[in-house]
């Protein structure tokens, strides 16, 4: 958690310190990912039930045990991606001419997610235009800390860290398409959501 506040105002400066630091896989886990990464979950289970959201005149809210299964579902992708996405960063360094090691990639591939954890809180009182608002900021934002942080984490040029980042753009957008194919089989397979009318 120390590198919240820094990775969100001080990016750069904060990229240099991550550079330097010898945190331990499931240590950083433990500390960082597993509690951040339950913010917005949280946050979309009580907006789903509790407040809903509006179309027209109509609230439209979720059962409490349909929005539990499809926001535990939610975390675990959480979880899972961060990780891949950390192990990709890795696999992919030494192409790029830089010395990585598997937390390296852990701490880019979260750290460069912290926007979207804390913009996932829009979800306690969805509103669309704004969650729509919020979410393309905070997508810009982690794009900025990756295109930032690739190079000076792992020690290589400016236009080789762009080649890396871009890279990993590309994985992750692939990690994307994977989770909507995987949300339709779940919608298939029982996971689908209920509402309360």
């Known amino acids: 958690m120390k590198h919240v506040f820094g990775i969100m105002f001080s990016p750069l400066a904060e990229w240099e310190k991550i550079r330097e630091?010898?945190?331990s896989i499931i240590g950083h886990y433990l500390k960082y990912?597993?509690?951040?990464?339950?913010?917005?979950?949280?946050?979309?289970?009580y907006g789903s039930t509790v407040v809903g959201w509006t179309l027209g005149e109509?609230?439209?809210r979720l059962t409490p045990e349909s929005a539990m299964q499809i926001m535990t579902l939610f975390y675990l992708a959480i979880l899972f991606g961060i990780?891949?996405?950390?192990?990709?960063?890795?696999w992919m360094s030494e192409t790029y001419g830089a010395q990585s090691s598997f937390i390296k990639?852990?701490?880019i591939a979260s750290l460069c997610?912290?926007?979207?954890?804390?913009a996932g809180a829009v979800g306690f009182y969805p509103i669309l235009w704004l969650d729509m608002l919020i979410g393309v900021f905070a997508v810009c934002w982690s794009t900025y800390l990756l295109y930032n942080g690739i190079p000076i984490v792992m020690k290589i040029p400016e236009t080789r860290g762009f080649l890396?980042?871009?890279a990993?753009?590309?994985v992750s957008l692939v990690m994307l398409v994977c989770l909507l194919v995987a949300t339709t089989l779940l919608w298939d397979w029982g996971a689908m959501p209920a509402f309360t009318d």
Do not use: E, N
């Not at 990912?33 to 289970?45: D, N, Q, S, T």
């Not at 997610?113 to 804390?118: G, Q, V």
């Open 113 to 118: 997610a912290t926007p979207l954890f804390i």
């Open 33 to 45: 990912i597993v509690l951040i990464a339950l913010l917005p979950p949280v946050a979309w289970y």
């Open 21 to 23: 630091d010898s945190a």
């Open 168 to 170: 990993v753009i590309g």
């Open 83 to 90: 990780g891949f996405l950390g192990f990709m960063v890795h």
């Open 105 to 107: 990639g852990i701490l």
């Open 58 to 60: 109509r609230v439209i």
């Open 164 to 166: 890396f980042a871009s």
